[in-house]
């Protein structure tokens, strides 16, 4: 899975598509058809794919990372992701002594939340409606 993950994404960020030819890439790297109103600017990067899942009208911007292995990473209707976002389901316990394990759980956007440019979202974060996460900011469970 995550080598299909690497080829998908490898084609969705070197070639010239367009918007359609897009969305059918996106599509197959989760799994699941996305809605026409959905918008992704390459490049886009996961290590996963599959546990991604995205309503109407979510706009993601350039450069954006989604580590979905850890777990479901959801994303309601009207989000707009920034560019350089990070959304990561799977992360380390801080403290030292426990950091060899991985803690793996979902991430849930919901509707009408804007994410500003390269802000990093770590595990367990459930983001209420209309919220706006700045720019550049760190979200800890």
Excluded: Q
């Excluded at 759980?105 to 983001?127: H, M, S």
């Amino acid at each position: 899975m995550i080598h299909r993950a690497l080829e998908l994404t490898s084609k969705l960020n070197t070639s010239v598509l367009d918007e359609d030819e897009i969305r059918s890439l996106f599509s197959e790297l989760i799994g699941s058809d996305v809605y026409d109103s959905f918008w992704v600017i390459p490049p886009f990067y996961t290590d996963f794919g599959r546990n991604i899942k995205v309503g109407k009208n979510v706009f993601i911007n350039h450069a954006c990372t989604f580590m979905d292995r850890g777990g479901v990473l959801t994303i309601e209707d009207d989000v707009k992701i920034g560019p350089k976002v990070n959304l990561i389901t799977s992360n380390h316990p801080l403290n030292p002594s426990h950091r060899r394990a991985i803690m793996s759980t979902p991430i849930w956007v919901k509707r009408n939340v804007l994410i500003g440019a390269a802000a990093t979202v770590f595990t367990r974060c459930n983001y209420r409606r209309k919220l706006c996460l700045g720019s550049c900011s760190c979200r800890y469970a």
